[in-house]
């Protein structure tokens, strides 16, 4: 996730990952978890965190409104190559006649059981034709779309504008700012809800199919009102296989060519791109891995979501490392798969030209035996992938630029 598709194609993240409006939500703790029991670390108990799918909303605020959309019909999860994940983005169409900002989300997955993540991006009007005649030429409900939406030209990187605006995983629910910000939509936009589905627990089979809904918090705004933007700040993964482990796809290739096989070219090629962004000219096998993102333009950073797979235990940004003036901004010392929040910082924080945001993750290959979902799988060097079994290191900022600064992926 060439430069890659950006960060918007690897959170699945791609280079995932709705940002949307939010209150504080806690985010682990300072405890080691390395005595965690292995369930409550697996994907496959995360349908306790249903995505609050069950829970009532938080009131409307003064000038704001619900639309909920949902999935045209239920869908039935298809992999390819024999894996256990596939990626269906559906497009669905919130009405607006007039602009809105988005303020709130909530993703509300129908089956928990396979949901493993959702991101929903918003798809400005210039770009909802090729949605539609991607989506009218692609057999069946909606189309696969490992990387980012899947339809060429409409991703940002692409120059499409197709912009990244909330995620779900487990454990997240609606948050809420208070200050006056949303992502703008315009009048004639498209919603795309791209789910991930991991049958890693199932070996492969669907657990039944899935309908899943949003709803979106919109108002309509003021010339006041702060418009938000999605920048994601990925590491490499470059995770060995344990001392006591050995196996075909302990070797580095081999795990990439099959992340190739089972993913794409672009999900592939991720890996060796990475060290290229990161100023790595080969890569550094280890358990913590680190990047630094060079701020150009000045924006302000409002909130953070640290997102890896099972393998994670710790993700962390901070602003000018090392220099008199560091700052964390997002820190999870204890990642949980099922409890991904977005975490509002304490203040906003400003940032410009001349800033650096560094990510840090740390991955442990012992969890592996650990786990009901990847103790039965082969041992392999981990690099990044969009499969459950592959791991990603991402951290995923909430920013709102100043003047007429654009974001460069």
Known sequence: MTKPESPLR?????????ATAFAVVACGSNADNSAAPAAARSHSAHSAHAGGSSAPPQPLR??????NLKMAEAYT????EGGTDEYRCQVVDPGLTK?????????MPENAAMAHHA???AVPPGGAAAVREHDAKTPGLGWQCFGGTGVKGADVEEGGGAAWVDTWAPGAIETLFTQDAGFKLEPGSLIILQLHYNLLATDGKPPGSDRSAVRLRLTDGTPQTREFATWSLDAPTELPCAADESGPLCDRAASIADVTKRFGPDVGGTADEQLEECGQ?????????TCDHKVTVPMTLFAGFGHMHLLGRAIKVELNPGTPNAKVVLDVPQFDFDNQRLV???????????DTLRVTCTHDAGLRKQLPQLSKLPPRYVVWGDGTSDEMCTGIMTVSLKGDGVLEF
């Open 10 to 18: 690897r959170f699945g993240v791609a280079t995932m990952a709705l």
């Open 77 to 80: 999860p298809a992999p390819p």
């Open 344 to 354: 509002k910082l304490p203040s906003p924080v400003e940032v410009g030209p001349g």
């Open 119 to 121: 991101i929903v991006y």
């Open 99 to 107: 602009a809105a900002f988005l303020t709130g989300t909530q993703v």
């Open 62 to 67: 003064a000038g704001e409104r619900f639309v």
């Open 281 to 289: 000219s080969a890569p550094k096998p280890g358990g913590t891995q």
